[in-house]
């Protein structure tokens, strides 16, 4: 059985060869939101809009082909919808979100170029939120009934040039945002980023 110190000294080695091959990096840009809008199962067409996303990121190098990245985002969801007669009514959502990108180096050229593909689980929490009815825009006052996790997938290719990188995402949501029966509201949306790695 090992002791106290053994396990110490174990996990202080392992988190030191683990930062060997790990880079903490920053990643911004925007996502093309949009939502899959179904009401009695009828589908209600929906426009994108265009939100802000944020990151900071940590890359763990498994080895020369996979990676693994965590990462904390502030992402902006929603969509806009038209109303006949009335006009627009435009709903933007701000998450705080965690994913954890799996990422498959496809072509490695130089020495720290490369071209890869990616699969990202994510979480998010909804923080706030806005709705804006022709030119008037108000903040949305949540309950406790309201659904305020969203849970999703993401999947991308990027590339990145020494430690500069570029990508793009497509999310797809899979939680139910709407409590209402009868009623669904799933987030979805094209993310592009660029960011840099240190």
Do not use: C
Not at 44 to 61: D, F, H, K, R
């Amino acid at each position: 059985m090992k002791t106290i110190k053994q396990w110490v000294v174990l996990a202080i080695l392992v988190l030191t060869s683990t930062a060997a091959f790990s880079q903490a990096g920053i990643r911004v840009g925007v996502n093309l939101a949009n939502q899959n809008y179904k009401v009695l199962d009828e589908s209600l067409e929906t426009n994108s809009i265009v939100g802000l996303n944020a990151a900071l990121v940590y890359n763990i190098a498994v080895s020369d082909l996979f990676s693994v990245q965590p990462e904390l985002h502030f992402i902006q969801k929603g969509s806009q919808l038209e109303i006949p007669i009335l006009g627009d009514f435009k709903t933007t959502l701000n998450y705080l979100e965690l994913a954890v990108a799996a990422k498959f180096n496809i072509v490695n050229f130089g020495e720290a170029n490369k071209v890869y593909a990616a699969v990202t689980p994510s979480a998010g929490y909804l923080m706030s939120g806005t709705s804006k009815f022709g030119d008037e825009s108000e903040p949305i006052e949540f309950d406790d009934d309201s659904n305020r996790m969203d849970f999703g997938i993401g999947l991308g290719a990027g590339v990145q040039f020494g430690g500069f990188f570029v990508d793009i995402r497509y999310n797809i949501g899979f939680a139910n945002l709407s409590n209402l029966e009868d009623e669904s509201v799933k987030n979805n949306g094209i993310l592009i980023g660029l960011g840099y790695m240190f």
